[in-house]
């Protein structure tokens, strides 16, 4: 199949599952109720908002060189390119249609797709390689950010406001807040989006701000390799979409990397940058509500990254499939082949999708 025909086929996929009936894109309020195993327990109930953030002006940039220090190993362990001695942020973004256009997830090296409430997606873009000076829109935490991100040691996470329970959560685990309550001088309001999504946030004043309180990088588990015979090995996939509920990504291999589309566009940066990916990870995961509700009654989810289960990576137009599993909070993932081997990213940009059971998986292939 052609890149062209790769590109082809994922906008048919996507539109087909366009005849499903979606959860209104609105995002609203969330309290916390209780649940009858609730994976975390806090007996907070209500929401609590981010601090109030009027500026309209973004804050004065600062020196990349005071957010770096001397890398610790031969390649990068987010990326496996140069080594950067910079620190890890990650940022929750919107993924709805009232949050584009995005800023600044082009150059998140790690990019990862969580199901939230009413069947709404949302973006936990990791940033390390390049801190951008504008990230947006913001938006609130989850249960999921506190389990996966302590793979990484010592992050930052910048989000806006959230729920008692995925707040307590977070407080529980390394990742040091950066939120406005704590970091507002690096935040404003933008001129673009309402006021739900016009949150921005300057990721290299967080940084400069913060660094004694951020540690060095931890690998969460990936072994990159530019060449590797079990690729060409593999069968061919040129694209792939996956939905949860009301969310769609999708991805066609197109002139060596991925093109990353949300229902039937592809993603682009306020700027005009394209959203491109070297690995596409789909990581089977369970989840389960975490008793945080909506103001429609629509559950928010605790989508499990600790444990076990299946993936499959995409690289190069190839899949590769077999094993995860993390056993501690502080592990890193492991990712490993039919044979119990690691299998071998593409250095570069990985988008994962952390795919609950309810999710379906759309892969084009190809014979050879």
């Known amino acids: 199949m052609t890149a062209l025909a790769g590109v082809t086929w994922l906008l ?12 209104p894109e609105t995002v609203t309020s969330v309290t916390n109720v209780a649940a009858s195993t609730p994976p975390v327990a806090s007996s907070a109930t209500p929401t609590t908002p981010a601090k109030t953030v009027t500026a309209t002006t973004r804050p004065k940039p600062v ?23 910079g620190p890890v942020i990650a940022a929750k973004i919107d993924n709805t249609s009232a949050g584009f256009p995005q800023f600044g997830v082009a150059d998140a090296d790690i990019v990862y797709v969580e199901q939230v409430e009413g069947g709404l997606t949302r ?13 947006g829109p913001i938006r609130s935490v989850r249960s999921t950010d506190a389990e996966l991100l302590t793979s ?26 950066l939120s ?66 009301a969310g769609r990504t999708g991805f066609a291999f197109t002139d060596g990397r991925y093109v990353v589309s949300h229902k039937d566009s592809p993603y682009v940066d306020h700027d005009g940058t394209a959203v491109l990916a070297d690995n596409v990870l789909v990581q089977h995961v369970t989840d389960e ?22 993936f499959t990576l995409f690289r190069d137009g190839h899949q590769i499939s077999g094993t995860w599993k993390r056993a501690a909070a502080a592990d890193p993932t492991s990712f490993l082949d039919k044979a119990g081997k690691p299998v071998p990213f593409k250095p570069g940009k990985t988008w994962v999708l952390l795919a609950p059971q309810s999710a379906q998986v759309d892969v084009a292939g190809s014979a050879g």
């Open 180 to 245: 406005p309550d704590r970091a507002g001088s690096a935040y404003w309001r933008s001129d673009v989006g309402d006021g739900t999504h016009n949150l921005h946030v300057d990721l290299a004043r967080l940084a400069n701000d913060n660094i004694s309180e951020l540690g060095a990088p931890k690998s969460p588990g990936f072994h990159f390799a530019a060449t590797d015979p079990r690729v060409a090995a593999a069968p061919k996939a040129p694209a792939v979409s996956v939905t949860m509920q």
């Open 63 to 85: 020196a990349k060189s005071t957010v770096s220090r001397p890398p610790t190993a031969a390649k990068d362990l987010l990326t496996g390119l140069k080594p950067n001695g």
């Open 289 to 310: 509500p975490d008793g945080t509700v909506d103001s429609v009654g629509s559950p928010s989810y605790l989508s499990h990254t600790i444990g076990t289960g299946s």
């Open 123 to 135: 973006l936990i873009a990791v940033f390390h390689s390049t801190l951008p000076a504008e990230v």
């Open 12 to 23: 048919a996929s996507l539109s087909a599952c366009s005849s499903d009936t979606p959860a």
């Open 152 to 177: 990484y040691g010592t992050p930052g996470l910048a989000f806006s406001g959230g729920a008692g329970g995925p707040l307590a959560a977070l407080a529980a685990t390394p990742v040091v807040d």
